[in-house]
């Protein structure tokens, strides 16, 4: 048989087996629980953040006032009348209002259950000074126009820049897509390794390498386990998309599936690189028991690019640690995609990160290839990485 018939067997052979299993289906369908509750649980927040205020009393005179001083400070009211104040307290208590709202205009109580939004107490306190101006004004015989310059009085603002109203949904897509990236690369990589500590450990090693190449098995269960990940990938990629703009939850930017599709094309290449780097650490032991020591090393790589990157990102997108660890392959699929996220990855850098991770990923698949066939049948105990590389 030739070459690609060989490795395409291979990759038929663990495809089948990963994309039927039951912890392929459980973990795909557990993700898609996680994300659907989370967009639940930020519709019922985000329909939340409207204020229930009722007035009772006097205070009802301020319902319009007090509708746009909060608009004003951001903060959307929905305000009600309330007959009986005991009523109204009641509703306080049970979780119907937010604020009651009683007594005279020039010296209101705000009653609520235990705490009060800070902008919501502050549009009712620029009421209660309006109507204590008002009353002085009166007494005084003064029209309420004296008070205009001091009503007008404001500081200017001189914007440098505007501002991009995509950053904060940029920056959830670059977290989002960072963290499946990460987890992703992390599960079906360590799957490679385990798969071939399960082969070594049964002997089944022994049987394929009398028909094929090291490499060739090697490549094959890379490709296969490697196509189910990205299968995994999709699904969360295109339910997640559907599920944030049908709920609203993120408003995303216009560029949000480009960036997905580009995330997709930086699993495949950082799949790659790591299963690549999983496998020759799997074919160093014996045991599944082993086999944690030997990719914990490994696996710790992209996870602490993304934190740390992220972490320097968000305050400021174009650090210079971050654009330098976005362009190292072993960091590169899990950091450059939320730099490209958040708009501060130019093409060149896109180019030049490409060309680093095709030709890193061409350097250690030829010393995976050569640890993995000179580690593979060595059974008995674990094997130094040198010694794997100095075989023949």
Same mark, same amino acid.
């Given at each position: ?9 291979v990759?038929?052979r ?5 994309v ?12 898609l ?7 639940v ?14 007035l ?26 309330v ?13 119907k ?6 007594g ?33 004004l ?24 505007p ?12 977290l989002?897509?960072?963290i %499946? #990236? &990460? !987890?992703?690369i992390?599960?079906?990589?360590? $799957?490679?390794?385990? +798969? *071939? ?11 394929l390498l ?8 090697l490549a094959?269960k890379?490709?296969g ?6 299968i995994? %990938? #999709? &699904? !969360? ?6 599920? $944030?703009?049908?709920? +609203? *939850?993120v408003d995303?930017?216009?560029?949000t ?6 995330a ?44 740390v990157g992220?972490?320097?990102l ?6 210079t640690i971050s ?27 896109i ?8 030709a890193?990923i ?31």
């Amino acid at each position: 048989m030739t070459t690609s018939r060989v490795i395409g067997l291979v990759a038929g052979r663990e495809f089948t087996t990963r994309v039927r299993s039951k912890s392929f289906v459980i973990s795909t369908l557990l993700i898609l629980a996680v994300m659907a509750a989370y967009v639940v649980l930020f519709t019922v927040i985000g329909k939340g953040t409207t204020a229930k205020v009722g007035l009772t009393g006097q205070a009802t005179a301020m319902a319009q006032p007090l509708t746009a001083a909060a608009e004003h400070l951001g903060k959307t009211v929905q305000i009600s009348t309330v007959d009986n104040e005991a009523d109204g307290v009641q509703q306080v208590r049970d979780g119907k209002l937010d604020l009651l709202v009683k007594g005279p205009l020039g010296a209101p109580t705000a009653v609520f259950k235990s705490t009060v939004d800070p902008a919501l107490q502050n549009a009712l306190e620029q009421q209660v000074r309006a109507q204590a101006l008002q009353a002085l004004l009166a007494q005084i015989q003064q029209p309420a126009s004296v008070l205009n310059p001091v009503l007008n009085a404001k500081v200017t603002l001189d914007q440098l820049e505007p501002p991009d109203p995509d950053q904060g949904p940029r920056i959830a897509v670059s977290l989002i897509t960072g963290i %499946v #990236l &990460v !987890i992703s690369i992390i599960t079906f990589g360590t $799957a490679v390794a385990q +798969g *071939v500590v399960e082969e070594k450990s049964s002997r089944v090693v022994e049987i394929l390498l009398a028909t094929i190449r090291p490499w060739q098995l090697l490549a094959g269960k890379i490709l296969g386990i490697g196509a189910v990940g990205l299968i995994q %990938v #999709l &699904v !969360i990629a295109g339910v997640g998309l559907v599920l $944030a703009r049908t709920s +609203g *939850v993120v408003d995303l930017p216009t560029v949000t599936v480009g960036t997905v599709l580009a995330a997709l094309g930086w699993y495949v290449l950082g799949f790659f690189l790591y299963a690549a780097l999983l496998g020759a650490a799997g074919s160093l032991v014996s045991r599944q028991e082993e086999l944690q020591s030997a990719v914990t090393p490994v696996t710790l790589l992209p996870t602490i690019g993304f934190v740390v990157g992220v972490n320097l990102l968000i305050p400021n997108p174009t650090n210079t640690i971050s654009t330098v660890l976005s362009m190292v392959p072993l960091f590169t699929p899990t950091l450059l995609p939320a730099r490209i996220a958040l708009g501060v990855a130019p093409p060149w850098q896109i180019a030049l990160a490409v060309a680093l991770m095709i030709a890193s990923i061409a350097v250690v698949t030829w010393l995976a290839g050569r640890i993995y066939r000179n580690a593979v049948l060595q059974t008995g105990g674990r094997v130094r990485l040198l010694d794997a590389l100095r075989s023949s």
